[in-house]
């Protein structure tokens, strides 16, 4: 529905703002037709709205969606979760280089620990 109207777009970053944890899980799946097209304009902006949520269920979502992305555009996925490793949860990192090097995947845990907790980017509710 999404991907047919792009004015409903703007509903899905509104829903990564919701108290109820699986509206903000449910905003990364409504993504499929863009990622699997290889259009990662959208779901990237909306899956950096999302990357410090608070919630293992919709960090696991944004890693399964970051995922499908590296799937169709490796380089673009990499610069992505290169520019924003600080603070990114664990479970994000290992879904979301499921298919990477492992190499980048320790890197990425490498970085993401530099963040003291006091100073990480939280979800805003």
């Known amino acids: 529905m ?18 109820n944890i699986w509206r903000r899980r449910a905003s990364t799946y409504a993504l499929h037709r863009f990622v699997r097209a290889g259009e990662l304009g959208k779901p990237l902006q909306l899956l950096e709205k999302l990357l410090y949520d608070e919630e293992f269920w919709v960090q696991r979502a944004v890693g399964t969606w970051l995922r499908e992305c590296w799937k169709k555009d490796r380089r673009r996925t990499e610069a992505f979760l290169r520019h924003h490793v600080a603070g990114l949860p664990p479970v994000t990192i290992t879904v979301a ?3 990477a090097p492992t190499s980048f995947r320790l890197e990425l845990r490498r970085k993401a620990r530099v963040v003291a907790p006091e100073t990480k980017p939280h979800h805003r509710r």
């Open 2 to 19: 999404v991907y047919a109207k792009t004015s409903r777009f703007r509903d899905l970053l509104r829903w990564t703002r919701a108290k």
């Open 97 to 99: 280089t499921e298919r």
